[in-house]
């Protein structure tokens, strides 16, 4: 476990959605601020919006794997692609449900027709194992990270971002 995946756990139980959560455990690393973290992996909760599509924990590490080692020359998507490949087959291994979708890893047969967030009950908190994967999500994203250290930030960018 890592310092990265306690901070997405924390943030769970403050309401945030799982793509929230991993995406503002790395906000420092970033170089943004927690506020500019949650409002960018706001509408990836829920699966996209409680579609019940990708997992918004392996969205977050999508989100924080691009703003980190991303690029904008086209000719190297390939390089992205096959580095967030690695890293979905990672999440799928180790999840549990073996899958990137939400609905599956929360064991539903469809997603919502509504978009009306559950609340945040102890209910709720007993049958979701999105606490566990946000965690998870950011571990793999931290052993990432460990394996393919970026270059040393200063100044505004190495501000610690804070829930």
Known sequence: MSVYGDRAYEAFFKGYNCSQCVVVAFAAEMGLTAEQAL?????????FGRMREVCGAFSGITLVFGALYGNTDPALKTQVYTQVQAL??????????????CRELLGLSQGPSSPV???????????????????????????????????????????????
């Open 39 to 47: 409002k960018m992996a706001s509408g990836f909760g829920g699966g």
């Open 88 to 101: 979905a087959e990672s999440y799928r291994a180790r999840n549990g449900g073996h899958s990137l979708i």
């Open 117 to 163: 967030a559950s609340p945040r009950t102890a209910e709720y908190y007993k049958k979701r194992p999105c606490p566990e994967l946000v965690r998870l999500a950011a571990d793999i994203l931290a052993e990432y990270i460990e394996q393919h250290p970026l270059p040393a930030r200063t100044g505004k960018e190495a501000d610690h971002a804070a829930v």
